[in-house]
């Protein structure tokens, strides 16, 4: 039976063509945009094979101070971190780092870079591939030895992709061993050096910087004790010019409430409508897809008084209808992967989205065949419900 | 077989109503090959569409062996129209996306018949009709009265016990008319099929066994 359903239903797209391809159009459209979004949250939100423990990570890369009158929004620097971060007791671990964007020169040529200052902990909260060599370890980092990490891109520009680890780098005055080598993530240069080389920052004594810390929580459920524990820790932390800010607070998040936040208020704000968003996206092609299904019960009404009248049951024709409803988008939920797929492509050379974005992901796939199985029924059932209700003799006059 | 009890239909828009029918006693017995005939408008489509429980009366009670059809639902409709009922409709009214194998198993999709079994049947009946030749063919390429041999196979494939046919030969010639008559006759005579059949011809109504006239909506003696 089912069979048939879907042989009937295979016959019946194919000899519509014309409302086959604007239907799969629509569908694909707005799937590919759904997937993409998905993809997108989830590169910021999700664990990957680079960055395995997000879900389990707080994040802390701002502090408020109060002044006599509001709170101001900075970013700590290391002394804050080291001195009231570093030492809690609930994390597994915490790392210290900062990122920014220098300018060198090699082969008289210049060349711009993202580099991150990182201490040890910072390798085993992430996952790199290395193509050859390997990070530094806490004691290279205590004893600032000049050594740095690059990426592949750099490998492949600067030195034609020939090995690289042994030679020299000059990074901000100071040559520096090139230890190893990472798989590309961005599309831009990347360099990583021992935060200790950072000596203007390092030795500042004051709250505010450019540095953050990735706190490793033990599992997901001791994520309120760290925070907790920071907060505590804010209300203690001895101030350094009482007379210009009297208190602190740390802001801590989650992966998920740093992509929030850096979108916009709350977390469940920004997740509600970007959730509204959503569905408000599919339901416009929906009600479409639903005005074209039912327009098509006009040129199909004589089909279903035909199927009625040998015998087809109500359930039956909904069934059958539902059944070509989803095979359409499940079609156009294929096509709309594969474009899904280019776009990404796209996004990633323009550095809109982390070369590390994954569709082959069970996340995503799942997210993607929920999402198109919602569509279907959403377009399909209203419109299928109707039809199979049509009198017999109406239909037939058709 | 069928029965049909002082039936009345009637058709109300905003403006005017409609008596399409106004006390209509039948009984068709087993066996019987009828034709109906009447005026254009007198209501023999309407009359033959409630005999074959694609519509309801507005008032009145029509009975299939003995039972109301009133007290079934829309499942055991569909399985009385799938299993006991044939129909054969003036405009053919075949699933253009449909070739003429698939158009006549149509019955049998609705049944539990593996997909063999239904091809083999469908070629029989299809056989009967001479157009086993044109299995693969789809209706837009079939003349008037190919078609209308097709909408016969679909309707005898099931073995129905009763025929339906509203004015089968209305569109056709007097020579394809007198082809679909001879099946119509063959189904009557060697399978003891019962036939009910609305037709404008004297000479096509004259080769059945009960002649019912419609005048207005009611029953001519
Ligand atoms: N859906 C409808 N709404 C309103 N009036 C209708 C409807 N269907 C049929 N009628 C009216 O009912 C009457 C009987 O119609 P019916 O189709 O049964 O006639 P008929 O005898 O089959 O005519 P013909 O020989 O032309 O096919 C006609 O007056 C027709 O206008
Ligand atoms: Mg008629």
Redesign the pocket.
């Known amino acids: 039976m089912f069979k048939n359903y879907v042989k009937i239903a295979w016959k019946v797209l194919w000899r519509n063509k014309f409302f086959t391809f604007v239907s799969l159009f629509g569908i694909s459209l707005t799937l590919m945009t759904v997937i993409i979004l998905i993809v997108l949250i989830d590169s910021k939100v999700g664990n990957s094979s680079i960055d395995p423990y997000r879900s389990r990570s707080v994040y802390v890369d701002k502090i408020e101070l109060l002044s006599p009158d509001r709170w101001h929004p900075y970013t700590p620097s290391y002394y804050f971190l080291d001195k009231y971060v570093r030492p809690l007791k609930t994390p597994e671990m915490v790392s210290i780092h900062a990122a920014m964007m220098i300018s060198f020169f090699e082969k008289e040529k210049k060349y711009t870079a993202d580099m991150n200052y990182t201490d040890g902990n910072y390798w085993r909260l992430m996952n790199y591939n290395f193509e050859e060599g390997n990070a530094y370890k806490d004691e290279e980092v205590a004893h600032a030895a000049p050594v740095v990490v690059i990426n592949e891109k750099m490998k492949r520009d600067i030195w034609g992709g020939q090995s690289c680890v042994g030679k020299y780098i000059e990074i901000l005055d100071v040559k520096h061993r090139i230890i190893g080598v990472v798989e590309n993530t961005s599309t831009s240069y990347m360099i990583w050096l021992p935060l200790t080389h950072d000596v203007r920052d390092l030795r500042n004594v004051k709250y505010d910087g450019n540095y953050a810390a990735t706190l490793l929580a033990k599992n997901e459920g001791d994520i309120d004790n760290i925070k907790a524990e920071l907060q505590a820790v804010a209300s203690r932390a001895e101030m350094i010019d009482p007379a210009r800010y009297s208190k602190v607070r740390i802001i801590a998040d989650t992966s998920m409430e740093k992509f929030a936040r850096s979108i916009g208020p709350g977390k469940e704000l920004v997740m509600s409508v970007i959730i509204s968003f959503m569905i408000l996206f599919m339901l416009i092609p929906a009600v479409n897809l639903v005005n074209v299904n039912i327009s098509r019960i006009l040129d199909r009404a004589s089909e279903i008084g035909i199927r009625k009248a040998f015998g087809a049951s109500s359930k039956r024709l909904i069934l059958q209808f539902v059944v070509e409803n989803i095979m359409i988008t499940l079609f156009g939920g294929l096509i709309s992967l594969v474009m899904a797929g280019i776009m990404l492509q796209l996004l990633k050379g323009m550095n809109f989205v982390p070369v590390t974005a994954n569709l082959i992901n069970w996340r995503v796939f799942l997210l993607s065949i929920v999402t198109t199985l919602f569509f279907a029924l959403l377009s399909g059932v209203y419109p299928a419900y109707k039809m199979s209700r049509m009198n017999v003799?109406?239909a037939l006059?058709n | 077989m069928i029965s049909l009890k002082a039936i009345e239909?009637v058709?109300r828009?905003d403006t005017i109503e409609?008596v399409?029918?106004n006390n209509i006693n039948i009984n068709i017995n087993k066996g019987e090959f009828v034709s109906i005939m009447?005026?254009?408008?007198?209501?023999?489509?309407?009359?033959l569409?409630i005999m074959g429980l694609l519509d309801i009366p507005s008032r009145g009670e029509v009975q299939i062996d003995g039972k109301p059809v009133v007290s079934f639902k829309d499942a055991e409709l569909a399985e009385l129209r799938n299993r006991k009922l044939g129909f054969i409709f003036?405009s053919y009214h075949l699933i253009n996306d449909l070739n003429v194998l698939d158009n006549t198993e149509l019955p049998l999709i609705y049944r539990k018949i593996s997909g063999a079994e239904r091809k083999r049947r469908a070629m029989e009946a299809l056989t009967k009709v001479g157009l086993s030749a044109r299995a693969k063919h789809y209706p837009g390429q079939l003349s008037g009265g190919q078609r209308q041999r097709v909408a016969i196979a679909r309707a005898i494939v099931g073995q129905p016990e009763i025929i339906l046919a509203?004015?089968p030969t209305g569109n056709l010639d007097s020579v394809m008319g007198n082809e679909i008559m001879k099946i119509l006759n063959t189904l009557t005579q060697d399978d003891k099929v019962t036939i009910v059949m609305?037709t404008?011809d004297e000479q096509i109504a004259r080769q059945t066994s009960r002649l019912i006239r419609?005048y207005d909506?009611s029953l001519v003696n």
């Open positions: 003799v109406d006059k | 239909k058709y828009t409609t399409a029918l009447g005026p254009s408008g007198c209501g023999k489509s309407t009359l569409n003036q509203d004015e609305v404008h419609l909506g």
